[in-house]
T-cell receptor
Framework: GQQVMQIPQYQHVQEGEDFTTYCNSSTTLSNIQWYKQRPGGHPVFLIQ?????EVKKQKRLTFQFGEAKKNSSLHITATQTTDVGTYFCAGDSETSYDKVIFGPGTSLSVIP | DTGVSQDPRHKITKRGQNVTFRCDPI?????LYWYRQTLGQGPEFLTYFQNEAQLEKSRLLSDRFSAERPKGSFSTLEIQRTEQGDSAMYLC???????????FGPGTRLLVL
């Protein structure tokens, strides 16, 4: 079945350093979504990318959707302690009817 | 506050008991999803409704699990004869259309003793 993978599983950075997490799907996605989950919280939607090669920015966050629509990345510039949490990518498969598959997430720790 | 509510927020039960969770989606959303999330993992898709129709079920959903959305508004997820392996966070999410944002509720955390 369809699988969505993310690397790294964990990332510890010093405050001010950059952070990148990568997402790869075993099948082509119709779109890719990114969520952030704080410890004890629920996933909160960050952004959705739909077009091949699309790049979107939200302040210090840059999201990219691969040309083949099978991979994506999230890059955070100059991390802050408020960025702490787990970042999940998720995608709607182009073949499976409206089923959203989540990656295992990348847990980000920011050392002040 | 995303507008999706779930009840209860926490449930502790003994193995073998039945439990039922409720999800109230954002009112204009016709798509409703149930997920299960265990510690350190991403949400796992369980089932999906479009209005009152249950259109897809994961193989993870054993015969002990059943979900309904009788009037196309709120949904319930029932687990019969709970097992310790059912302990997890059960998340509900809703959205208007396939290409639209999915909003999650706060989840119901289940502990089976």
């Amino acid at each position: 079945g369809q699988q969505v993978m993310q690397i790294p599983q964990y990332q510890h950075v010093q405050e001010g350093e950059d952070f990148t997490t990568y997402c790869n799907s075993s099948t082509t996605l119709s779109n890719i979504q990114w969520y952030k989950q704080r410890p004890g919280g629920h996933p909160v939607f960050l952004i959705q990318l739909v077009k091949s090669g699309e790049v979107k920015k939200q302040k210090r966050l840059t999201f990219q959707f691969g040309e083949a629509k099978k991979n994506s990345s999230l890059h955070i510039t100059a991390t802050q302690t408020t960025d702490v949490g787990t970042y999940f990518c998720a995608g709607d498969s182009e073949t499976s009817y409206d089923k959203v598959i989540f990656g295992p997430g990348t847990s980000l720790s920011v050392i002040p | 506050d995303t507008g999706v509510s779930q009840d209860p927020r926490h449930k502790i039960t003994k193995r073998g008991q039945n439990v039922t969770f409720r999800c109230d989606p954002i009112s204009e959303h016709n798509r409703l999803y149930w997920y299960r999330q265990t510690l350190g993992q991403g949400p796992e898709f369980l089932t999906y409704f479009q209005n009152e129709a249950q259109l897809e079920k994961s193989r993870l959903l054993s015969d002990r699990f059943s979900a309904e959305r009788p009037k196309g508004s709120f949904s319930t997820l029932e687990i019969q004869r709970t097992e310790q392996g059912d302990s997890a966070m059960y998340l509900c999410a809703s959205r208007w259309d396939r290409q639209e944002t999915q909003y999650f509720g706060p989840g119901t955390r289940l502990l089976v003793l």
